[in-house]
């Protein structure tokens, strides 16, 4: 993906500490210090931040944690927060593989995968956040009974996601191929992506659990 870049972005980001943190790869922050006992929600690939700043303005008994590798994209995300502040919200300058050293094992409730980037080539399939090594990832981050929520505009992504996840005993409690169809938009919290491709044709989410493959663990 080709970006633009954000003359103001790497300063914008260094002004707010208590917004924001970077983890450059190689490097860990202990994320741990930073967040309280509320229930922990984790969105990956936040791009400029519409649904996390809409769900935890929604959700002030909950924690959220905002992921987005770019800072030309996540200071847009940033902006929103300088602007209409939120306690419960930090977010995250990184590539999502660095969580694993950064949170503690099982603490996430849940996981949020909003249009993801498709990678359609089969030499890319391992950027896909539906890869089985990030399924791997999101395993050990959530807690047993965690719930990873998926959506996306693109058919093949969807599949291959259905066939990663049903391949890592994932269980799936629900699979929707049209979410605009299925609910009144006013429920729905839309994404930046998600308003602009939902007029081109079907939204397709699913929400899927990894109980079975821990209780497996446990047997
Ligand atoms: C297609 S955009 C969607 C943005 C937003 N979720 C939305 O629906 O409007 C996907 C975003 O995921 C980010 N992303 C992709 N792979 C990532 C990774 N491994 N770690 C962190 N962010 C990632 C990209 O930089 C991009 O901003």
Not at 17 to 28: A, C, F, N, Q
Not at 76 to 96: C, G, M, S
């Amino acid at each position: 993906m080709r970006l633009r870049k954000v003359k103001h972005a790497e300063d914008t980001i260094k002004n707010h500490p208590d917004k924001i943190v970077e983890i450059p790869r190689g490097t860990t922050v202990n994320l741990e210090k930073k967040i309280d006992d509320r229930p922990l929600d984790l969105e990956i690939g936040a791009g400029k931040g519409q649904f996390i700043h809409t769900l935890s303005k929604n959700h002030p008994d909950r924690f959220f944690l905002a992921v987005e590798r770019y800072d030309s994209v996540i200071v847009r995300a940033l902006e929103k927060f300088i602007e209409d502040p939120r306690e419960n919200v930090l977010l995250i300058q990184a590539d999502a593989a660095v969580l694993k050293d950064s949170l503690k094992p099982h603490s996430v409730d849940t996981i949020y995968l909003n249009f993801s980037d498709p990678w359609p080539k089969v030499r890319h399939a391992k950027r896909r956040l539906t890869h089985p090594q990030f399924l791997s990832l999101y395993k050990t981050l959530l807690k047993p009974e965690g719930v990873l929520e998926f959506k996306t505009d693109n058919r093949n992504l969807f599949e291959y996601t259905l066939e990663t996840m049903n391949g890592f005993g994932m269980d799936f409690k629900e699979v929707c191929l049209d979410l605009h169809k299925a609910y009144e938009p006013e429920t729905l919290i839309m994404t930046e992506f998600e308003e602009r491709f939902s007029k081109e044709g079907p939204i397709y989410k699913l929400t899927a659990t990894f109980k079975e493959a821990h209780n497996e663990e446990n047997l």
